[in-house]
């Protein structure tokens, strides 16, 4: 089996739910897409242990290499407007409002 790394997983599952989300608006089949994306989302948080879902809340998002997860930074994507090297609390509302749209 090939490996590949999370950068290039992350990319082709964004350009695959690009495409498929343009073909869906043409064909009419966009329910169905809708309804993949959510067993895959998930599929993929039963996979997470309630402390992997945690750790995902911090500041600083670790990697979660068994399931491909890359780190990730939430520090630009909070809009609690704290600033400075002290634990801060965060809200990450953008990605909340991103995920409500429908």
């Known amino acids: 089996m090939c490996s590949m790394s999370s950068r290039t997983r992350a990319l082709i599952l964004c350009l695959s739910v690009a495409v498929s989300t343009t ?3 043409k064909d009419d089949q966009q329910p169905d897409i ?5 067993e895959m989302a998930t599929a993929l ?7 992997e879902k945690v750790d995902q809340l911090l500041n600083v998002a670790p990697a979660i ?3 491909g997860i890359p780190a990730y930074n939430w520090w630009t994507e909070s809009l609690h407007g704290a600033l400075g090297p002290v634990p801060t609390t965060n809200f990450p509302e953008p990605i909340g409002l991103a995920a409500s749209f429908d």
Not at 45 to 51: E, G, N, Y
Request: aromatic content about 0%.
């Open 45 to 51: 948080v039963a996979q997470l242990t309630l402390d």
């Open 23 to 25: 073909a869906a608006a």
């Open 65 to 67: 290499p068994r399931l």
């Open 34 to 38: 809708r309804v993949r994306a959510d």
